[in-house]
Nanobody, 128 residues
Framework: QVQLVESGGGLVQVGGSLRLSCTAS????????MGWFRQAPGKEREFVGA????????EFADSVKGRFAISADNAKNTVFLQMNSLKPEDTAVYYC?????????????????????WGQGTQVTVSS
């Protein structure tokens, strides 16, 4: 069983930056594809970005391309979501997810249904 814990959320002004962390226990974060999702009030959970098992391939939603980045520190079992040039529409609860069970038919996954382990979420609020 994989457990994920996010941290790093908070309140930031428009144009600011935040870095979210997702620490995994049970298996190293480098052992399976990881993803980041977000959910704003009254909206469905949406894909933000994904990282392949090797860490060599990334995929992002169009709404965050060029502003967000994903990296991993396998020694610390942690995946990071670096968020720059934040906008009010980035306000949401952010979740990290892991696909710890196969089959693995892709390098990255953008559907929440592909992931079987989720963190508790961390709130990001961008104020104007």
């Amino acid at each position: 069983q994989v457990q994920l814990v996010e941290s790093g959320g908070g309140l930031v002004q428009v144009g600011g930056s935040l870095r979210l962390s997702c620490t995994a226990s049970g298996r190293t974060s480098g052992s399976y594809p990881m993803g980041w999702f977000r959910q704003a009030p009254g909206k469905e959970r949406e894909f933000v970005g994904a990282l392949s098992t090797s860490g060599g391939f990334r995929e992002f939603a169009d709404s965050v391309k060029g502003r967000f980045a994903i990296s991993a520190d396998n020694a610390k079992n942690t995946v990071f979501l670096q968020m720059n040039s934040l906008k009010p529409e980035d306000t949401a609860v952010y979740y990290c997810a892991a696909k710890s069970r196969g089959p693995y038919l892709r390098l990255t996954y953008y559907s929440s249904y592909d992931y079987d382990a989720w963190g508790q979420g961390t709130q990001v609020t961008v104020s104007s």
